[in-house]
Each structure stands twice: as structure tokens, then as C-alpha cells.
Antibody, heavy 127, light 111 residues
């Protein structure tokens, strides 16, 4: 069945690094844009990173720009998120998600609805 | 970019209809037909319920419908059921930020 499974979360000290992965199955991964969305404990959702199906188009929210790097390996059906210089405010459940259809991007902004989500992986940044 | 404004809570009895509002500005909700709605049960991942203002993904019940008027988008749940009790989030394209902005979230309670 169509599935996304995240891994790599855990406890890390402020300033530290962590690499998340998302394994896709049940669909042609290379056909889809993908995103990372996070949710701080008891808070709402934040879409913060986005990558095109080929990996050539990448966007970041200002909150993570310069610290996080999204990438994908279409041969291995996997999505990755390298997180550096982590801060307490990065503490959240991190979800990978599949974009439905083509979405929409202007020269500066993007929209995409996400129809398949992983179960999430918890990242805690604390000393 | 501020979050879109949703009511903190909405409640209704089984079988009733409820509507959740999502208010933004002309830079997001009001300016584009790019609004999505997600349902999230406690401890679970969000589920897409509506996209592009009023389209339902395959498999989503037709009890869920979306619309928009001016700077406010709405999600209506008709024939309310116990399993509809969850948090609901809207999201919208915004010209003021790189990626979609989400709403503040609404907790739906089935009485």
C-alpha cells in the first residue's frame, strides 16, 4: 500500500545535528513533489521544506533556511532532511508528505496539498 | 507571515452540520483558489480532506465540503459523526511567504 515511513528522530543538544529519512513505498516516488511539515508539541502545523520530483526545485521557510537541507534519492525511494544548528524551537514531530498533483509555484511562493503523510518522527532539542 | 485565523473550537450533535471558518487576507485566502483542509486525530498524522478550496481527494466522504468567500474559506461537515471529532487545519498559498501558511486549528467536538 502507499506508505511513507520516517526515521532518524531523537534527542539532540542545541547546536547539534540530526538527519531524518523518509522511506516511500507503494507508488512511483520519482513522480511526486515531497514536503517536510512539523508540529511543535501542542501547536499547529508548519510546512518548512519542499522538493520537486526531480530534486531540482527546492524551497525552505525562513525559519529553517540556511540550517536545514532537503534532498531525495529517487533510486532508493527516499527523502532526507539534514538538520544543523538545531534550536529548542525546532522541537517537534516531523512529518514527510507527498504532494497531490502538480501544486502551484510562482517565482517566490509555492502551494501544495499533501495527500499521503508518514506517521511522524519526534525531534527534541534540549540540553 | 501570520497564521490564518480559525475558531478555537466548534461543536455539534450527531447528524448536525457545522462550519469551520479560516480567515486570511487578500495576500493568501482571498487572492487565490489554493486552500486545503486537514483533519488530525490525536497522536495521528494529518489527513487531507479538501484541496484547491472545494475538491475532495479520492476516498474522502462527501459529507465534507469546502468553499470560499472573500478572505474567508470554510469547511462544512454535514451529518456529523463521532469519528469527525478531531482537530482541523486550513492552509493557503500566500504571496507573503515561501510556503503555504496554516491556520491556527479548530477542535471539533461531537456532543
Amino acid at each position: 500500500q502507499v506508505q511513507l515511513v520516517e526515521s532518524g528522530g531523537g534527542l539532540v543538544k542545541p547546536g547539534g545535528s540530526l538527519r531524518l529519512s523518509c522511506a516511500a513505498s507503494g507508488f512511483t516516488f520519482s513522480d511526486y513533489y515531497m514536503g517536510w511539515i512539523r508540529q511543535a508539541p501542542g501547536k499547529g502545523l508548519e510546512w518548512f521544506s519542499y522538493i520537486s520530483n526531480s530534486g531540482t526545485i527546492i524551497y525552505y521557510a525562513d525559519s529553517v533556511k540556511g540550517r536545514f537541507t532537503i534532498s531525495r534519492d529517487n533510486a532508493k525511494n527516499s527523502l532526507h532532511l539534514q538538520m544543523n544548528s538545531l534550536r529548542a524551537e525546532d522541537t517537534a514531530v516531523y512529518y514527510c508528505a507527498r504532494g497531490l498533483g502538480g501544486g502551484y509555484c510562482s517565482s517566490t511562493s509555492c502551494y501544495h496539498a499533501f495527500d499521503i503523510w508518514g506517521q511522524g518522527t519526534m525531534v527534541t532539542v534540549s540540553s | 507571515q501570520s497564521a490564518l485565523t480559525q475558531p478555537a473550537s466548534v461543536s455539534g450533535s450527531p447528524g448536525q452540520s457545522i462550519t469551520i471558518s479560516c480567515t486570511g487576507t487578500s495576500s493568501d485566502v482571498g487572492g487565490y483558489n489554493f486552500v486545503s483542509w486537514y483533519q488530525q486525530h490525536p497522536g495521528k498524522a494529518p489527513k487531507l480532506m479538501i484541496y484547491d478550496v472545494s475538491n475532495r481527494p479520492s476516498g474522502v466522504s462527501n459529507r465534507f465540503s469546502g468553499s470560499k468567500s472573500g478572505n474567508t474559506a470554510s469547511l462544512t461537515i454535514s451529518g456529523l459523526q463521532a469519528d469527525d471529532e478531531a482537530d482541523y487545519y486550513c492552509s493557503s498559498y500566500t504571496s507573503s511567504a515561501t510556503l503555504d501558511v496554516f491556520g491556527t486549528g479548530t477542535k471539533v467536538t461531537v456532543l
